[in-house]
T-cell receptor, first 111, second 112 residues
Framework: GQQLNQSPQSMFIQEGEDVSMNCTSS?????WLWYKQEPGEGPVLLIA?????ELTSNGRLTAQFGITRKDSFLNISASIPSDVGIYFC???????????FGTGTRLKVLA | DVKVTQSSRYLVKRTGEKVFLECVQD?????MFWYRQDPGLGLRLIYF???????EKGDIPEGYSVSREKKERFSLILESASTNQTSMYLC???????????FGQGTRLTVV
């Protein structure tokens, strides 16, 4: 099935560093969702974005809905060891009930 | 808080067995979904339901069926389990309009 392209695929960073990742699509989305999945668990919704240009924060996480509506960005500031996991972007496809998911960014934080 | 609960975290079943995976949500969501997640393949949609007794095939429905007799409950059925159905199964739900989707904790199924 269709997937959203996420980059980078994986990141190894030092505790305290800031992290940036993005998600791109060839199609326009009206909603962007960001999830975190820890090993052996289901994805947990972090941030939802509904308007082009929107910037939304959730603690140390900040996400932006790209102006073109074809991309979105997630930033994590001052990373800590519990930020480890896989971060997915997702968007509902227009006119259907289905969601398209990103390929995921695997984050590892070194203490 | 939205809660999507899957009945089992881990299951081990034998080839040929009929397997039931249950999912319950407490937010009165119209839409419910079953995905499987495999390394390198991401999340793939098996089936979804937009109302009681209504269902639509996703991208990989072969070997699976579903049941939605009540709004809060969506069951995935493996008619005759095979080893290639060993995977992480994720249930999700959302309101009509396909806004945020909320996931359960996942069921790791191993077919031996």
């Amino acid at each position: 099935g269709q997937q959203l392209n996420q980059s980078p695929q994986s990141m190894f960073i030092q505790e305290g560093e800031d992290v940036s990742m993005n998600c791109t699509s060839s199609s326009i989305f009206n909603t962007w969702l960001w999830y975190k999945q820890e090993p052996g668990e289901g994805p947990v919704l972090l941030i939802a974005l509904y308007k082009a240009g929107e910037l939304t924060s959730n603690g140390r996480l900040t996400a932006q809905f790209g102006i073109t509506r074809k991309d979105s960005f997630l930033n994590i500031s001052a990373s800590i060891p519990s930020d480890v996991g896989i971060y997915f972007c997702a968007g509902p496809t227009s006119g259907t009930y289905k969601y398209i998911f990103g390929t995921g960014t695997r984050l590892k934080v070194l203490a | 808080d939205v809660k999507v609960t899957q009945s089992s975290r881990y299951l081990v079943k034998r080839t040929g067995e009929k397997v039931f995976l249950e999912c319950v949500q407490d937010m009165d969501h119209e839409n419910m979904f079953w995905y499987r997640q495999d390394p390198g393949l991401g999340l793939r949609l098996i089936y979804f339901s937009y109302d009681v007794k209504m269902k639509e095939k996703g991208d990989i429905p072969e070997g699976y069926s579903v049941s939605r007799e009540k709004k809060e409950r969506f069951s995935l059925i493996l008619e005759s389990a095979s080893t290639n159905q060993t995977s992480m199964y994720l249930c999700a739900s959302s309101w009509t309009g396909a806004t945020e989707a909320f996931f359960g904790q996942g069921t790791r199924l191993t077919v031996v």
